[in-house]
């Protein structure tokens, strides 16, 4: 599912607009999955066995539900390059037409 919508949400991306219900969903499915592994976590270190796995994966889905939320609210707008790679796509394409 989450491939799913990141593979929409890409699409929308490269055609220079946004897809904000794909984020949306995505950020959903990240909060639920970490829920989850948070709370199988949490009742594994109740018993002192502590499912280090399970961290792990709610570490990982918190991390991407903080991405998709500064995604959503900060994130940049689509065909808005930094003048770094602006810069770095122009000499790319200098050198390989051998023009200036």
Not at 42 to 60: E, I, K, N, R, Y
Request: hydrophobic residues 55%.
């Amino acid at each position: 599912m989450l491939a799913l919508l990141s593979y929409v949400s890409l699409q929308y991306y490269r055609r220079g607009h946004l897809c904000k219900p794909a984020t949306t969903a995505s950020l959903a499915v990240a909060l639920s999955v970490g829920a989850v592994f948070w709370r199988r976590f949490s009742a594994a270190a109740a018993q002192l066995q502590g499912d280090h796995l399970a961290a792990a994966f709610a570490a990982l889905s918190a991390a991407m539900a903080a991405f998709y939320a500064w995604s959503l609210a900060l994130g940049p707008a689509p065909g808005k390059r930094p003048p770094a790679a602006v810069a770095a796509a122009a000499a790319k394409k200098t050198t390989a037409t051998g023009k200036e």
